[in-house]
């Protein structure tokens, strides 16, 4: 089975940067797409990026086009999330995700089959 461990999180002020990972160990070799979600205090999960593991191509939310970049390290099994220009609004826990199925197209939330624990993001001055 797939193993999802999030890192780098932690507290920044507004403006600055952080990136952030998710390795994954296991079963590795079958993922298909890779993706970040958050979920702010008292909201729901959000959708915020995902990559698909063999040819690279991305997709963003609005909230994080122009000022996130997700990438992949295949040789690593390493997920990233580099965040800039971040905001008190980008407070949240984020959490890396993993389907290993396969489609056609990215997936939809409740697609992805392997999660993370998660990793605390706290943007204030």
């Known amino acids: 089975q797939l193993q999802l461990v999030e890192s780098g999180g932690g507290l920044v002020q507004p403006g600055g940067s952080l990136n952030l990972s998710c390795a994954a160990s296991?079963?590795?070799?079958?993922?298909?797409?890779m993706a970040w979600f958050r979920q702010p205090p008292g909201k729901g999960r959000e959708f915020v990026a995902v990559i698909s593991w063999s040819s690279g191509r991305s997709n963003y939310a609005d909230s994080a086009q122009d000022r996130f970049t997700i990438s992949r390290d295949n040789f690593r099994n390493i997920l990233y999330l580099q965040m800039n220009s971040l905001k008190p609004e980008d407070t949240a826990v984020y959490y890396c995700?993993?389907?290993?199925?396969?489609?056609?197209?990215?997936?939809?939330?409740?697609?992805?089959?392997?999660w993370g624990q998660g990793t605390q993001v706290t943007v204030s001055s």
């Open positions: 296991g079963q590795t070799s079958t993922t298909y797409y």
């Open positions: 995700a993993a389907e290993t199925v396969g489609r056609n197209w990215y997936p939809r939330e409740y697609e992805y089959n392997f």
